[in-house]
């Protein structure tokens, strides 16, 4: 589906400028305008999954240069691993109920399928319980830049620690990254790395390298079929230790013969090595890769179609992805100061480019949940509820197709690489009317475990806003949470009288319930009031077209 097209299936925003072909001609320079509460929530929306009311307040007397120098310095320690949560279901020996199993690998296939389990349910707990930072948005884009799927993984300790490198590297230089995601066990294994020798050299990740994690697939990308063969003779001998489920190079499975590469890589040959040194062939490969230009402009395409927008027309490509490719380049290929560039420039903030992200899933639930300041299980004192509500919603995401931990294959999630719809993927006749009825059932009962509920609690929300007797202001703050798109002044009033002035025309019709909720909470017939009418406000809010973009 179109985006346009699915837009007009509702009404449309005054602000449509992004919805037509016409795409910014803004470059890199320093957005230098008013750095208002809409430009910090685009950016924040961005950054994080989700802007709840705190971020905002902890950000908006902050500088653009602030924000964006403290999203991406994350001060916050790294989340604590996963536990045991599946005793009930497998007896782990290894690993009482409650503690984390991350470091105490094991053969056991049912253990195993219990603790990748535990691994994607944990995901979901960090995601709702991020820090003010940009480091969980970069680790589901590594994550989908570097895609692997945990159940071909199958062992629970390498998906771990593959996605752990991923986080502990978010915000470091790509180049290490490369190198450190080559010889990982997780990758090694996704791949057939570790079955990669001299008398059967394996082409998989040799291939994936250059195609999906440096280079690229585009008409620019003209290495060879050869150099591929090349590249995965360069990387045999490296293997996975089944007992202490650790990586080492094997000297003797290792290809010993030079090996010379095509014009595009200048004709480099990589020297043959004996011994332990044949390893360090893994280090020049990636250092001739990277004397391409093409690595940092594919890299910075990406993180524009992540960050920005899916369409990199000629404009986008001379005014953005080539300077940014110059400073990627020259940070000896850094991520920090590309990102800073992007977020800090006129062309992130410009209006076109605001609102035009379709949600991810991630962004839709989590962002949602966490807007809404739904309240979970403490997981340091409960545990077992605490995994069991993530589960729930690891649940609602896979049905809307962003399974985390097991993308659909190598290249990741669609959305961000399938021409022409890219993010218009997410939203098909299967997954939107699934996306409303996961706000439908947030805003309506929630989902209750073990006396245990989460729901949005719509009151609680409200009492937030400077003004919530007004309905007009009501309105107003809400949707500058929740919505990227301003609706038009008539839609507003139609919303109002509709629902808070329950088919009337007087404002005092909504100020009269609030004011007698207010004055006496502990009323039932008070509080039913108003939780009815702002319930049916959230949820047509939510079931509304502008609520699905970012």
């Known amino acids: 589906m179109d985006r346009r097209e699915f837009l007009s299936t509702k009404k449309r925003p005054a602000n449509t400028a992004h919805l037509t072909q016409a795409r910014p001609q803004s470059g890199l320079n320093p957005y230098a305008g008013s750095f208002t509460t809409n430009e910090l929530q685009h950016l924040l929306k961005r950054t994080m999954f989700g802007s709840a009311q705190a971020d905002i307040d902890y950000f908006k007397t902050k500088s653009l240069d602030q924000v964006v120098d403290e ?316 995994y069991a509500m993530w589960a729930y919603v690891r649940g609602w995401m896979l049905s809307m197709t962003q399974d985390l931990g097991d993308p659909p294959g190598v290249s990741g999630w669609p959305a961000y690489y399938q021409e022409p719809q890219f993010y218009e993927i997410w939203i098909n006749s299967d997954t939107l009317p699934k996306r409303n009825r996961f706000t439908d059932s947030m805003i309506a009962s929630g989902y209750t475990r073990a006396g245990k509920k989460i729901i949005i609690d719509a009151v609680a929300f409200t009492k937030t806003f400077a003004n919530p007797s007004n309905p007009d202001a009501l309105i107003d703050e809400a949707l500058n949470i929740m919505y990227r798109v301003p609706l038009t002044a008539a839609h507003k009033k139609t919303i109002k009288e509709q629902v808070l002035l329950s088919n009337q025309t007087s404002d005092y019709y909504w100020t009269d319930a609030w004011n007698a909720y207010a004055a006496n909470p502990g009323n039932m017939t008070n509080f039913t009031v108003v939780n009815t009418r702002l319930k049916t406000l959230y949820q047509n809010l939510m079931n509304g077209a502008e609520y699905q973009l970012a």
């Open 71 to 386: 999203l991406l310095n994350p001060t916050a320690p790294l989340p604590s691993p996963p536990v045991n949560d599946y005793n009930s279901a497998v007896a782990d020996p290894a690993v009482p109920p409650g503690q984390t199993w991350v470091n105490a690998p094991t053969n056991d296939g049912n253990i195993n399928g219990q603790r990748r389990s535990s691994f994607k349910k944990w995901w979901i707990g960090v995601l709702l319980n991020q820090d003010r930072s940009i480091r969980e948005k970069m680790t589901l884009f590594w994550a989908n830049h570097f895609s692997t799927e945990a159940n071909d993984i199958g062992t629970a300790h390498y998906v771990y620690h593959h996605h752990a490198l991923l986080r502990q590297n978010a915000l470091g230089n790509f180049k290490q990254l490369v190198k450190n995601v080559t010889i990982d066990a997780g990758m090694l294994r996704y791949l057939n790395g570790y079955l990669n020798t001299a008398g059967a050299p394996d082409e998989n990740y040799a291939r994936e390298l250059q195609e999906l994690f440096t280079i690229g697939k585009g008409p620019a990308a003209q290495f060879t079929e050869d150099d591929i063969k090349k590249a995965a003779r360069v990387l045999t001998g490296w293997r996975i230790n089944g007992t202490s489920f650790t990586t080492f190079f094997d000297p003797a499975r290792h290809d010993t013969a030079s090996k010379q590469f095509s014009s595009f890589y200048n004709g480099t040959t990589i020297a043959g090595k004996t011994g332990p040194a044949g390893a360090t062939e893994t280090d020049d490969l990636i250092s001739m890769i990277f004397t391409n230009n093409e690595v940092a402009k594919f890299i910075c395409r990406r993180l524009y179609i992540w960050f920005v927008y899916y369409k990199i027309d000629a404009s986008v490509e001379t005014n953005i992805i080539e300077p940014l490719a110059r400073l990627f380049r020259t940070s000896n290929y850094d991520i920090k100061p590309v990102l800073s560039a992007l977020l800090k420039s006129e062309h992130f903030f410009d209006v076109m480019n605001q609102g035009c992200q379709i949600k991810s899933p991630a962004d839709q639930v989590i962002g949602c949940l966490r807007e809404f300041k739904v309240a979970f299980p403490n997981q340091s004192t409960d545990y077992l509820d605490a």
